[in-house]
C-alpha cells in the first residue's frame, strides 16, 4: 500500500467530494472557494492518480465541462484516503 500525500488543494478538494454521493463541479467549486481553472487542475491530477472518478467517466475534465460533471472518490482507495487525513 502507497502512502497517500495531497496538497492543500487537493485535500480541499477530496473534503468537498465527501466519501458519499457524488457532487457537481459546482458544489465543488462552492465548498473550496477555488477559481474553476484551479479545480479542475486539481481535479485532473486526483483522477490521474486514480483517486476520484468522474461520472460520466473521462480520463480528464476541461474547464468547460467541469461545473456540470458529477464527481466522487475511487471506492477502492476510500480506506486510504481516509487514513491519509487521520494522519494529517
Given at each position: 500500500m502507497r502512502?497517500?500525500?495531497f496538497t492543500g488543494r487537493?485535500?480541499?478538494i477530496?473534503?468537498?467530494?465527501?466519501?458519499?454521493?457524488p457532487v457537481t463541479g459546482v458544489e465543488i467549486q462552492e465548498f473550496t472557494r477555488m477559481e474553476a481553472e484551479?479545480?479542475?487542475d486539481a481535479l485532473?491530477?486526483?483522477i490521474s492518480a486514480g483517486f476520484v472518478e468522474s461520472v460520466?467517466?473521462?480520463?480528464?475534465?476541461e474547464?468547460?465541462?467541469?461545473?456540470?460533471?458529477?464527481?466522487?472518490?475511487?471506492?477502492?482507495?476510500?480506506h486510504e484516503?481516509?487514513?491519509a487525513f487521520n494522519r494529517r
Amino acid at each position: 500500500m502507497r502512502q497517500i500525500k495531497f496538497t492543500g488543494r487537493e485535500a480541499n478538494i477530496v473534503r468537498a467530494i465527501g466519501f458519499t454521493e457524488p457532487v457537481t463541479g459546482v458544489e465543488i467549486q462552492e465548498f473550496t472557494r477555488m477559481e474553476a481553472e484551479d479545480v479542475t487542475d486539481a481535479l485532473n491530477s486526483l483522477i490521474s492518480a486514480g483517486f476520484v472518478e468522474s461520472v460520466p467517466y473521462r480520463e480528464q475534465i476541461e474547464m468547460a465541462a467541469m461545473p456540470g460533471t458529477m464527481f466522487e472518490l475511487n471506492p477502492g482507495y476510500v480506506h486510504e484516503i481516509k487514513a491519509a487525513f487521520n494522519r494529517r
